[in-house]
């Protein structure tokens, strides 16, 4: 018997803020929380993410949530830097100079 796959689902920054306000104005636990919004469904799964999403409201506020946070940092290639001119020209003029010498 095979597993169904599981998808992650992107939730909005309105629906997180409003679980977020709902949780702190109702003092509610997160596995209450979790059982509120995502009832049927396994609670610890979303008891972690409750734990993150407030983390992310009390350290960042409300802009935090606009954050794209998923997947890996792209570290891509350092730019390189450019030279400067007096520099250039000197590595210009020693190219010459060899090359003239290597004839």
Known sequence: MSRKKEYNTKYSPEFKISVIMDMRENHLSYREAARKYWAGE???NYKNRLKEWERVYLTEG???FMVER???KSTGRPRKKPLD???ENDLIAENQRISRNGD
């Open 42 to 44: 396994r609670e610890d």
């Open 62 to 64: 409300a802009v935090g």
């Open 70 to 72: 998923r997947g890996r």
């Open 85 to 87: 001119k007096e520099i």
